[in-house]
């Protein structure tokens, strides 16, 4: 009787997807989907608040207020949810036996950002199931929260301030990925005509730098809340991306990022497609 890691090793073997099994693979691109989704949402947001609307949440909560707001209503929410622990699982999967289509430190590398993936759709998986179950929206306000928990520690500040030092380094790791283009080595290009393979490319360099970009911010962020011992000084995408907007550049930077968001969000969708199997 084989275990689920015997299972994945034959499935590897055999040249198939990283994913233990087909229905966590067809589920598990639904989650990537669904991830593209909520970056597509969130690059609308941050539009609305460069164009000045007060009320926009350009964060994974808002993108999930506004999509459970639309006729996808619950269930919508429930696929996204389901598709994106699917996903996560998937990764997880690989980070321990996959990428074998790459060796040496550029499959560690991979394996390496598989667990980040996972980590992160967990994350947005949880917030999705904590609208689902409360219509909670923490946001800003839950990183302060956080922030505010760990300033009470004995060596709160320092835990901060690390936390704020990892952040912006998975930020440069997503600069190195955007601008050495390693994610195309996750794709089947044998499926995607010539044609296509360079505004691919471009898509997911622009969607991955955005994303870096934002990120630092809130490592900045963080960063700052540990040095001056105040947890208001944190907050997460939606305050990142308002300190964006507040710059010299101003909603032109904000409009910009927004469109590397929606570029990211048409990237998930082509890497639903295309991942390796």
């Known amino acids: 009787m084989f ?3 015997r299972r994945l090793r034959r499935s590897v073997r055999g040249g198939r997807s990283d994913a233990p099994g087909p229905a966590i693979d067809a589920l598990g691109r639904i989650g990537l989907v669904s991830y ?3 970056h597509v949402v969130v690059a609308w947001l941050a539009v609305k608040i460069a164009l000045g609307s007060p009320g926009a949440q350009a964060d994974a909560q808002g993108a999930v207020a506004e999509i459970a707001g639309s006729g996808a209503g619950a ?3 429930v696929v996204i949810a389901v598709g994106l622990v699917a996903f996560a699982v998937w990764q997880l999967a690989a980070a321990s036996l996959g990428f074998r289509w790459v060796s040496g430190g550029e499959r560690r590398r991979k394996r390496v950002g598989a667990v980040a993936k996972a980590i992160a759709m967990l994350g947005l998986a949880g917030v999705t199931t904590a609208f689902l179950v409360s219509g909670r929206r923490s946001g800003d306000r839950g990183m302060r929260d956080v922030v505010a928990d760990l300033l009470r520690l004995p060596a709160g500040r320092l835990l901060v301030l690390l936390g704020g030092v990892a952040i912006v380094v998975v930020a440069i790791t997503m600069t190195y990925t955007g601008v050495r283009r390693t994610f195309m080595g996750d794709l089947d290009l044998r499926r995607v005509p010539r044609a296509l393979r360079l505004p691919l490319e471009v898509v997911g360099a622009v969607g991955h730098l955005a994303r870096a970009l934002a990120l630092a911010v809130v490592g900045v962020l963080v960063g700052t809340a540990a040095v001056l011992s105040d947890a208001d000084r944190a907050g997460g995408l ?3 991306l ?17 469109l590397g968001f929606g570029a990211f969000g048409l990237y998930c969708a082509a890497d639903a497609a295309l991942r390796r199997a």
């Not at 507040?246 to 930077?253: A, H, I, R, S």
């Open 3 to 5: 275990t689920p890691l």
């Open 238 to 240: 939606d305050a990142a």
């Open 36 to 38: 593209g989704i909520v």
């Open 242 to 258: 308002r300190t964006l907007a507040e710059t010299p550049l101003g909603p032109v930077l904000l409009v910009v990022v927004a």
């Open 75 to 77: 269930v919508g929410l």
